[in-house]
């Protein structure tokens, strides 16, 4: 029973998915236009980080929740609408990659923002050294990709980040956040030794290039 009900689930969030996708690829609207948005949305969320406070957080936490949700969606369908209208190009997986990282800053930079109008200092550093990991898991793949090839080794990707923040969001108000900027802090930092040792295993005989 309970296959059968996460299978038709899963079809029935599929099915949406690809109806949103087929009317906003109708509108012929630029991918890296709704990469943009998706962007703006998660600036709203980041907003919302920031202006909560000890009486109102756990609602203001709720609702950042739901508009990264939002957000998400953006980020789901900006590269099957590309697809759909035959609009893939190399300066759009570009353009997402680098609006990717400025909607991993600006969250944390909420978080940050929170913390420390709540004069928890502690977690000011804690959301600034995650931030600052978030960062490094994509440079460390992008810098060794560009040696090696592929460098898809580690667990902490920006999904599985976005889906813990947003758990985090939502929970806070039993204080959810707080343990999983731990979480994020330990995984996304054994994600970058993994790929820096993976990098050094796959590169210590090439030989190294020198230009003139």
Known sequence: MATT?????????GWLLDRIVHGLALTRISPNVL????????????????????????????????VIIGAGIFDMVDGRVARRNNQVTVFGAFF????????????FFGLIVYYARANHFWYVWLAAFVMAT?????????RAEAL???????F???????????????????????P??????????????NRISYTY??????????SD
């Not at 090696?148 to 580690?154: H, L, M, P």
């Open 35 to 66: 990469t943009f948005i998706g962007l703006v949305i998660n600036i709203g969320a980041a907003v919302l980080f920031g202006r909560a406070n000890a009486t109102n957080a756990g609602r203001m936490f709720l609702y950042a929740g739901l």
């Open 156 to 178: 902490m990707e920006r999904p599985e980040r976005i889906v813990l923040i947003i758990l985090g969001a939502l929970f806070n108000h039993w204080g959810v956040m707080a």
């Open 148 to 154: 090696i090839g592929s460098c898809k080794v580690g």
């Open 5 to 13: 009900w996460t299978g038709a689930f899963g079809r029935a969030c």
């Open 201 to 210: 295993s796959n590169t210590k005989h090439m030989k190294p290039v020198v």
């Open 134 to 142: 978030s960062l490094m898991v994509s440079y460390t793949r992008a």
């Open 96 to 107: 997402d990659s680098v609006i990717d990282r400025y909607s991993d800053v600006v969250l």
């Open 180 to 193: 999983v900027l731990w979480v994020l802090a330990v995984l996304s930092t054994i994600t970058v030794i």
